[in-house]
């Protein structure tokens, strides 16, 4: 899992080779807690998609950029623009079919 923040975006996000996954989280936020296994395993399991995250408290202005108002918010990114979104706890085959 990378960790994603203002600096690092542009390289790991928006110039990436493969599609690319973001976790909008913060630590106070407990179903962002729930969701967080689930997407490490989804991580482990599906090595041609980059997964990172983002912490909402520590990179507002990225949060910002992409309208996130809920968390746990995921950003599925294609060619560096996002494609997809999913909000709030989903089970691991809700998030495997959002990943397609």
Not at 9 to 37: I, K, N, Q, T
Not at 52 to 58: I, P, R, S
Not at 64 to 90: C, H, M, N, W
Request: one cysteine or more; aromatic letters at 8%; charged letters at 25%.
């Amino acid at each position: 899992m990378l960790k994603i923040t203002a600096t690092n975006y542009d390289e790991l996000v928006a110039r990436a080779d493969r599609p690319v996954l973001l976790d909008f989280w913060a630590a106070w936020c407990g179903p962002c807690s729930m969701l967080s296994p689930v997407v490490e395993e989804l991580a482990e399991e599906h090595p041609e998609i980059s997964f990172g995250k983002v912490n909402v408290d520590e990179a507002p202005e990225l949060a910002q950029r992409y309208q996130i108002s809920a968390i746990p918010t995921l950003l599925l990114f294609r060619d560096g623009e996002p494609v997809d979104v999913s909000v709030g706890v989903k089970s691991k085959a809700e998030l495997e079919a959002f990943l397609k």
